[in-house]
T-cell receptor, first 111, second 114 residues
Framework: KNQVEQSPQSLIILEGKNCTLQ??????????LRWYKQDTGRGPVSLTI?????NTKSNGRYTATLDADTKQSSLHITASQLSDSASYIC??????????FGAGTTVTVRA | DTAVSQTPKYLVTQMGNDKSIKCEQN?????MYWYKQDSKKFLKIMFS???????INETVPNRFSPKSPDKAHLNLHINSLELGDSAVYFC?????????????FGPGTRLTVT
């Protein structure tokens, strides 16, 4: 069983609407959690990085939350744009030498 | 200016061949990585080099051999290619050794083995 589970697997939203992606993890001990955006045919690009002590971090219209007690994170996209269509990957690091990747959530924004 | 670049972007080859993928970063980072992304989109780390020295070597067949001529380059050579090697390979770099630091990814190389 993967140590990082993301949901939903995919979603479709209308331009201008908000959406929330979920990430549950079992990795322990925990160093940090990152959300990456991966456009089709491109490499992942970091959106946010959160350590144990942080419970929210924003990057423009992207806001990530972290509950280290329940081992859950969410990524909220506000006022979605067509350019938000991408795969969003949750990544949890366990110390300096182990990374666990989620399978990603594919977001499609339609006009 | 591309921060992390890979060549080629696409590579189609037959089983049994040997091929190389090149990666260069102009960010001045000390650490570079190779990842494999399979058809299910899972990213898996393969190797990590810090200042030309191998520091992470996941369970990867020894047909895969990374080579780092200097800290700005990390190339991946694959011998005797198999169908299961078909995937997208990403190079990445980070300023400091350690997977807990932010990484910058290249655009990927899509390898198709026929």
């Amino acid at each position: 069983k993967n140590q990082v589970e993301q949901s939903p697997q995919s979603l479709i939203i209308l331009e201008g609407k908000n959406c929330t992606l979920q990430c549950n993890y079992t990795v322990s001990p925990f160093s940090n959690l990152r959300w990456y955006k991966q456009d089709t045919g491109r490499g992942p690009v970091s959106l946010t990085i959160m350590t144990f002590s942080e419970n929210t971090k924003s990057n423009g219209r992207y806001t990530a939350t972290l509950d280290a007690d329940t081992k859950q994170s969410s990524l909220h996209i506000t006022a979605s744009q067509l350019s938000d269509s991408a795969s969003y990957i949750c990544v949890v690091s366990e110390g300096d030498y182990k990374l666990s990747f989620g399978a990603g959530t594919t977001v499609t924004v339609r006009a | 200016d591309t921060a992390v670049s890979q060549t080629p972007k696409y590579l189609v080859t037959q089983m049994g061949n040997d091929k190389s993928i090149k990666c260069e970063q102009n960010l001045g980072h000390d650490t570079m990585y190779w990842y494999k992304q399979d058809s299910k989109k899972f990213l898996k780390i393969m190797f990590s080099y810090n200042n030309k020295e191998l520091i992470i070597n996941e369970t990867v067949p020894n047909r895969f051999s990374p080579k780092s001529p200097d800290k700005a380059h990390l190339n991946l050579h694959i011998n005797s290619l198999e169908l299961g090697d078909s995937a997208v390979y990403f190079c990445a770099s980070s300023p400091i050794v350690g997977l807990s630091y932010e990484q910058y990814f290249g655009p990927g190389t899509r390898l198709t083995v026929t």
